[in-house]
């Protein structure tokens, strides 16, 4: 049973950045997997970043490679996502998640068993 609740959206300019958290329930926490995903308007709900239980591995859609980073924190029970550089096209809800199957990096949706209920982030031109 683990609870995820995202903080750190908002408006942005574009070519800003954001910092997006998503703090964890629970002692066991470094045993899950991470990851973050987002769903823009009329648009399917897609990976964007994983890192696995140990944040060793970490892996990226190819639209943020570059602008992007995740990383956690685990004695926080917090993971993170770092946007820097972003778009118009990056606004979108962002949803963190939690895999019981994460001693990699996992970039399926269907993987996830744990999700956050989303916060905004708008990226004006």
């Known amino acids: 049973q683990v609870q995820l609740v995202e903080s750190g959206g908002g408006l942005v300019q574009a070519g800003g950045s954001l910092r997006l958290s998503c703090a964890a329930s629970g002692r066991t926490f470094s045993g899950y997997g991470m990851g973050w995903f987002r769903q823009a308007p009329g648009k399917e709900r897609a990976f964007v970043a994983g890192?696995?239980?140990?944040?060793?591995?970490?892996d990226y859609a190819d639209s943020v490679k570059g602008r992007f980073t995740i990383s956690r924190d685990n004695a926080k029970n917090t993971v993170y996502l770092q946007m820097n550089d972003l778009k118009p096209a990056d606004t979108a809800i962002y949803y963190c998640a939690a895999t019981n199957r994460g001693w990699r990096a996992v970039k399926a949706l269907s993987e996830y068993d744990y999700w956050g209920q989303g916060t905004q982030v708008t990226v004006s031109s």
């Open positions: 890192i696995s239980w140990g944040g060793r591995s970490t």
